[in-house]
């Protein structure tokens, strides 16, 4: 009985180190992005996931609309907003 406890150790501690290291580290990036995806208001100013910046201009439930230039409008997934820039960053 001690033995095969013994030899279940290791893999035991392998996965406790990697729910420590890799797991719950995710999990937390996740929790702060929807976080910041909900806090999305209309005149942020954002990046997408493919790079593109531009200012809030309407939100919708899963879509938010981003002015690119002046005149010029794109709808996206709220999820592709990667980072909320500092207001002025984007002219």
Same mark, same amino acid.
């Given at each position: 009985m001690q033995s095969s406890l013994m030899s279940m150790l290791p893999l035991i501690l392998m996965f406790v180190?990697?729910?420590f290291v890799m797991i719950r580290p995710q999990m937390k990036k996740q929790k702060e992005h929807k976080a910041m995806i909900d806090a999305i208001a209309k005149g942020d100013e954002v990046?997408?996931?493919g790079g593109v910046l531009g200012r809030v201009s309407?939100?919708?439930? $899963?879509?938010? $609309?981003? =002015?690119?230039?002046?005149?010029? =409008?794109?709808q996206i997934q709220r999820s592709a907003v990667v980072q909320v820039l500092p207001k002025g960053t984007y002219k």
């Amino acid at each position: 009985m001690q033995s095969s406890l013994m030899s279940m150790l290791p893999l035991i501690l392998m996965f406790v180190v990697l729910y420590f290291v890799m797991i719950r580290p995710q999990m937390k990036k996740q929790k702060e992005h929807k976080a910041m995806i909900d806090a999305i208001a209309k005149g942020d100013e954002v990046v997408t996931a493919g790079g593109v910046l531009g200012r809030v201009s309407k939100i919708g439930d $899963s879509y938010v $609309s981003l =002015e690119v230039a002046n005149g010029v =409008e794109i709808q996206i997934q709220r999820s592709a907003v990667v980072q909320v820039l500092p207001k002025g960053t984007y002219k």
